[in-house]
């Protein structure tokens, strides 16, 4: 890294430091979401499992979700209100401005994920997955923290105004819902089923659920990669443009 | 004889099928003031952008510092700073971590911090959030920092739309600062007392056209001299006035008659003793010099037809 990235990245770390709501978003809601689903609705649903042990990997997504709410925003003020601009002009590199970003969402990523997996172990959790199982799932989530901040990069590039920029990031929340997060797809309608198994999220889900089981299921980890690339590339792609077009 | 600061020749850009600049000339000499005057949405911010580096041309040659912008971005951006339309300080950081954001990008030294907080006027909200500070304090925090790389041209892109009377006077100031510094000042501003009070040279920006430019007082030369305006209740009266003042030209949907003349009190007194004598009265009479505002709304009324 060089040294306009170190210094972009201190100025997106005091940006979360200084911005509650961001945090509240990014680590309080997804403990909010697992005590209401682990402590209110955990009975009423029998998964075969622990309910906890079958929730806590969706939720770990879940949180990765809605860290990206706050990393939509704040790019798309600093696009529009011409920070962005500002740093063009003194020839700050696309990497420093936009890798920045990235970097800082997917450390919140982390911390969010840390704070999730205290009270999971707090509810119970007892997964039986070892080192290598633990590392995979780190593996996991890093690389899905960072798929998908590139995407929402690219939403904050592109949207009119932090209010836009904010909504546009709503279907990435929603999405973990409909997928195997929460109850199996097999449970769901038809349809909602059909759209639960096929969606990106469920084998990435899956993969994290397998891994922390302790028996990872090739084909989901497969899918799980080469949606987690697909979704990075096109969100890198999307975003370098937008920023060397938009001015 | 040295190279001008900034020259466009046949500057064209087009946003899918909508010509936002049509062929732009100009020449701005180094250490002067060049004003960009022009309506909103004249291309007023597209020709700042494109002078910057943050827009490509469709069209034309421009050299800034001596350089391409098209080809030589990186030299051109060694050469200039830029202040753009909306205040761009970061609200989450205080004044002072604002300018030190931008002395660990560009370089300069942790004094020329301070040194910028006290010239503008900011040391004592060095440390409060930007976010807290009244416009005319945003906007001088925003020039501060782009002055952090002591550019030698400076663009300022409507540095005072929004503020209050006594702020604009305060950035007027800086910018005068700055001119006696030597640095080469490109205005653009929709405010023609803004363009009198500080440029140079103007270029009057209509619908992506220039369409006129010259020194302030060439401009104001361009229209007719002194004139009477008299404002009247009724339309009546205004076709009454019209006919006993010879060379006057009514204005029906304002009710006003205007009456050339030179504005000395013997020229007024006549006028006067004329309406008296027709027993026609007027609601309100004053005397105008020519100043920039005529100029701009005869020039973009023309184009707009």
Redesign the interface.
Known sequence: MN??SI?MLR?NF??IA??PTSVFNAVLMPIVVMLMFVYMFGDAFNVGVDYVDYATPGLMLLAVCYGLGATATAVNSDMT???I????????SRGAVLTGHVIASVLTNLVAIAALLGVAFLLGFRPAAGFLGWLGAFGVVVLLGVATGWLTVALGLAAKSPETAGLASVPLVMLPFFSSAIVPAEKMGPGLRQFAEYQPFTPIIETLRGLLAGSPATGDVLAALAWSLGIAVVGYVWASSTFKKR? | MTEPAITASGLRKTYQDKVVLDGIDFDVPAGTVFSLLGPNGAGKTTTVNVLTTLTRADGGTVRVAGHDVGREAKAVRAAIGVTGQFAAVDELLTGQENLQLMVDLAGGGNRLVGELLDRFDLTEAARKPASTYSGGMRRKLDLAMTLVGRPRIVFLDEPTTGLDPRSRRTMWAIVRDLVADGVTIFLTTQYLEEADQLADRIAVLDHGHIVAQGTPDELKRRIPGTHVRLRFTTAAELGAAARILPGSTPDEDALTLRVPGDGGTKSLRSLLDRLDEYSVNAEELSVHTPDLDDVFLALTEGAAK
Do not use: C, L, P, T
């Open positions: 040294s306009h210094v100025r005091k940006h200084r911005n209100k011409g920070i601009n500002r740093f063009k002009v003194m020839d700050v001015a």
